[in-house]
């Protein structure tokens, strides 16, 4: 295919969802033509994400600089192998979660009840919110990057709140507060570097980076991890994560539990490797370490399975960030490898605790019990992901632990084998976290009382359930058989409850327990890919030389090396000892040599 048109895919990546939220915010009194819309938007975002991947995991990264301005006087958006794969990654995920909410508001409004997701709101906000993730992962210079996370995070607020409850508005004042926080901290950072070296695009960056003095280029760096470390939930910066996102509705929660935190993941990813090689790696081992540590042992101790799941979110945020400190083309690897896993598997458990909510009315484990019998589709659904979650064998979440581990052997150092032990110790406790919230919601009979508050909480009379109009001791039945019968009672109301799920919320969900599990068969490939990213991503030259060697006359569109060798590393400039002074671009003669793994 034409590069000329290949590149093109690029802004539609973010045009897609954008001009979805514009005319699905139109169509707001057509409930059932917004639907449509949607989906077809992110469904195209997907195909084009797709076609981006495989475009240049053969050819090299996709540059293009908006308005024919090249770096670093304008915006540039750059496709290399992470950004791609997470913009895939991503996609996915909000197709699903998307499918998934479309079908709870459809019942919801059927069923003549509240729907937690109001379609006129929801559609538009949702794709804005996809539009912002995307732009983040495209994003070629820092300034860009901070409009992205603003807007997804605009989106995440108004998602947050949705139905403007009082527990919801509560839970989501602190978030609200935090991410304002993290952005002004973003935004200084922005500013000093600025000021420090003339410019904010990212290939510009990581050669005159390199003029500042030490000691500022290492508080450039800090203040951007810190800025990044709030969004991705690092610890100490992770107390917010927990009380926000269990009160939102449950697709809300799946897409923010699944993605969110990732986009800081992922900036933490291109600016360590990209800005700051080699930095920070102590500091990054510990905080993962700490991470994982303090994560575990919030979620062993939680009465519910969203905040349990909430805790196990920022606990195995560590091991991204314990792969990332390791600074080696093994444990970046891994490190992405694990991003994609956990971002399907967290998805998968929060929709399935949704299907869960809705068939038993709660969430909370002491209220919860004798599901896998009433339930069993809906047990495995919860299983699968919960398994893979803990790192049982041979899941994802399994070999993304191991790719981390071996790397953190191969680096000999004490305090990556150090890690390694955290890590062994919070994956034991994240599986008894797991066995524990599956056998109290699906294995244990009903405890005792909770099947009376079920059935009375529906309007149904436990006593007529069981063919009896007095009470039991009326009734001369024994005590042990009015508790079978009421549990069969109970039995029965779940199997209607689940016999009344909408096809597209199992669906959805089953869909991502799926796609968890091609990550497991087709862990070879994927790593094999990841493997290729992390090459590139070692090699600093790589991007730079992509972003630099394209004009913004729409010559040498499509540029770098991808997999194999690079073009000389060439600065992306010129040091200068004037930081207000703007940089010429080095040319790079000939197209780039491409050797590429998949070509």
């Given at each position: 295919?034409?590069?000329s048109?290949?590149?093109?895919?690029?802004?539609?990546?973010?045009?897609?969802?954008?001009?979805?939220?514009?005319?699905t915010?139109?169509?707001?009194?057509?409930?059932?033509?917004?639907?449509?819309?949607?989906?077809?938007?992110?469904?195209?975002?997907?195909?084009v994400?797709?076609?981006?991947?495989?475009?240049?995991?053969?050819?090299?990264?996709?540059?293009?600089?908006?308005?024919?301005?090249?770096?670093p006087?304008?915006?540039?958006?750059?496709?290399?192998?992470?950004?791609?794969?997470?913009?895939?990654?991503?996609?996915?995920?909000?197709?699903?979660?998307?499918?998934?909410?479309?079908?709870?508001?459809?019942?919801?409004?059927?069923?003549?009840?509240?729907?937690?997701?109001?379609?006129?709101?929801?559609?538009?906000?949702?794709?804005?919110?996809?539009?912002?993730?995307?732009?983040?992962?495209?994003?070629?210079?820092?300034?860009?990057?901070?409009?992205?996370?603003?807007?997804?995070?605009?989106?995440?607020?108004?998602?947050?709140?949705?139905?403007?409850?009082?527990?919801r508005?509560?839970?989501?004042?602190?978030?609200?507060?935090?991410?304002?926080?993290?952005?002004?901290?973003?935004?200084?950072?922005?500013?000093?570097?600025?000021?420090?070296?003339?410019t904010?695009?990212l290939?510009?960056?990581?050669?005159k980076l390199?003029?500042v003095?030490?000691?500022?280029?290492?508080?450039?760096?800090?203040?951007?991890?810190?800025?990044?470390?709030?969004?991705?939930?690092?610890?100490?910066?992770?107390?917010?994560?927990?009380?926000?996102?269990?009160?939102?509705?449950?697709?809300?929660?799946?897409?923010?539990?699944?993605?969110?935190?990732?986009?800081?993941?992922?900036?933490?990813?291109?600016?360590?490797?990209?800005?700051?090689?080699?930095s920070?790696?102590?500091?990054?081992?510990?905080?993962?370490?700490?991470?994982?540590?303090v994560?575990?042992?919030?979620?062993?101790v939680?009465?519910?399975?969203?905040?349990?799941?909430?805790?196990?979110?920022?606990?195995?945020?560590?091991?991204?960030?314990?792969?990332?400190?390791?600074?080696?083309?093994?444990?970046?690897?891994?490190?992405?490898?694990?991003?994609?896993?956990?971002?399907?598997?967290?998805?998968?458990l929060?929709?399935?605790?949704?299907?869960?909510?809705?068939?038993?009315?709660?969430?909370?484990?002491a209220?919860?019990?004798?599901?896998?019998?009433?339930?069993?589709?809906?047990?495995?659904?919860?299983?699968?992901?919960?398994?893979?979650?803990?790192?049982v064998?041979?899941?994802?979440?399994?070999?993304?632990?191991?790719?981390?581990f071996?790397?953190?052997?191969?680096?000999?150092?004490?305090?990556?084998?150090?890690?390694?032990?955290?890590g062994?110790?919070?994956?034991?406790l994240?599986?008894?976290?797991?066995?524990?919230m599956?056998?109290?919601?699906?294995?244990?009979?009903?405890?005792?009382?909770?099947?009376?508050?079920?059935?009375?909480?529906?309007?149904?009379?436990?006593?007529?359930?069981?063919?009896?109009?007095?009470?039991?001791?009326e009734?001369?039945?024994?005590?042990?058989?009015?508790?079978?019968?009421?549990?069969?009672?109970?039995?029965?109301?779940?199997?209607?409850?689940?016999?009344?799920?909408?096809?597209?919320?199992?669906?959805?969900?089953?869909?991502?327990?799926?796609?968890?599990?091609?990550?497991?068969?087709?862990?070879?490939p994927?790593?094999?890919?990841?493997?290729?990213?992390?090459?590139?991503?070692m090699?600093?030259?790589?991007?730079?030389?992509?972003?630099?060697?394209?004009?913004?006359?729409?010559?040498?569109?499509?540029?770098?090396?991808?997999?194999?060798t690079?073009?000389?590393?060439?600065?992306?400039?010129?040091?200068?000892?004037?930081?207000?002074?703007?940089?010429?671009?080095?040319?790079?003669?000939?197209?780039?040599?491409?050797?590429?793994?998949?070509?």
């Open positions: 295919m034409n590069p048109s290949m590149v093109a895919l690029l802004p539609l990546a973010v045009v897609l969802p954008m001009a979805g939220a514009g005319v915010l139109i169509a707001s009194r057509r409930p059932k033509l917004q639907r449509m819309l949607s989906v077809s938007a992110l469904a195209a975002q997907l195909v994400a797709l076609a981006m991947l495989v475009w240049v995991d053969n050819n090299g990264a996709m540059v293009m600089h908006i308005g024919g301005w090249s770096a006087f304008g915006i540039t958006l750059v496709a290399d192998r992470l950004a791609a794969f997470m913009l895939v990654v991503s996609t996915t995920v909000t197709l699903a979660v998307l499918v998934y909410a479309i079908a709870q508001g459809r019942e919801d409004e059927g069923g003549g009840g509240e729907s937690e997701t109001p379609v006129s709101i929801f559609h538009p906000t949702f794709l804005i919110l996809a539009t912002g993730v995307s732009n983040a992962f495209l994003s070629g210079d820092l300034f860009n990057l901070f409009v992205s996370f603003e807007i997804l995070l605009t989106a995440s607020y108004v998602l947050l709140t949705l139905g403007g409850t009082k527990e508005l509560r839970a989501g004042a602190p978030y609200i507060v935090v991410s304002l926080l993290s952005s002004i901290i973003f935004l200084s950072a922005i500013a000093l570097i600025y000021a420090a070296t003339g904010v695009n290939a510009d960056l990581a050669g390199d003029t003095p030490p000691g500022i280029k290492a508080t450039l760096g800090a203040v951007l991890l810190v800025a990044f470390g709030v969004k991705a939930a690092v610890f100490p910066m992770s107390a917010w994560l927990p009380d926000s996102y269990p009160t939102a509705p449950a697709p809300v929660t799946a897409v923010f539990a699944g993605l969110l935190t990732k986009v800081g993941v992922y900036a933490i990813i291109r600016v360590q490797t990209l800005l700051f090689p080699g920070y790696g102590t500091l990054l081992m510990i905080a993962g370490g700490l991470t994982m540590l994560g575990i042992l919030g979620a062993v939680q009465p519910g399975i969203k905040r349990l799941l909430s805790f196990t979110l920022v606990s195995h945020i560590g091991y991204m960030i314990f792969g990332v400190g390791l600074a080696s083309a093994a444990g970046i690897s891994a490190a992405i490898f694990y991003v994609a896993h956990h971002i399907l598997v967290q998805t998968a929060f929709l399935a605790s949704g299907l869960i909510e809705r068939v038993a009315g709660t969430t909370m484990l209220r919860l019990g004798g599901l896998a019998s009433a339930a069993p589709v809906l047990a495995v659904l919860f299983f699968i992901p919960a398994m893979n979650l803990a790192g064998p041979p899941l994802s979440g399994f070999l993304g632990k191991v790719g981390l071996e790397a953190a052997l191969a680096d000999g150092r004490v305090l990556p084998l150090i890690v390694v032990g955290v062994a110790l919070t994956s034991l994240t599986l008894y976290a797991i066995v524990r599956w056998g109290r919601t699906f294995w244990r009979p009903v405890p005792e009382g909770v099947d009376d508050d079920h059935q009375h909480d529906h309007g149904v009379d436990p006593d007529t359930q069981v063919g009896r109009t007095t009470t039991g001791a009734s001369g039945m024994s005590t042990g058989t009015r508790k079978r019968a009421t549990r069969a009672a109970a039995r029965r109301r779940t199997q209607d409850e689940v016999a009344r799920l909408p096809g597209g919320m199992i669906g959805a969900t089953t869909a991502m327990v799926a796609v968890g599990l091609v990550l497991t068969i087709g862990a070879g994927v790593y094999a890919f990841t493997q290729r990213a992390a090459d590139n991503l090699d600093p030259a790589v991007y730079v030389n992509a972003v630099t060697s394209t004009t913004g006359d729409g010559e040498d569109e499509l540029r770098g090396s991808v997999g194999g690079a073009p000389d590393p060439a600065p992306a400039s010129e040091p200068t000892s004037d930081p207000s002074a703007p940089s010429e671009a080095p040319a790079v003669d000939g197209p780039a040599e491409t050797t590429g793994g998949g070509s």
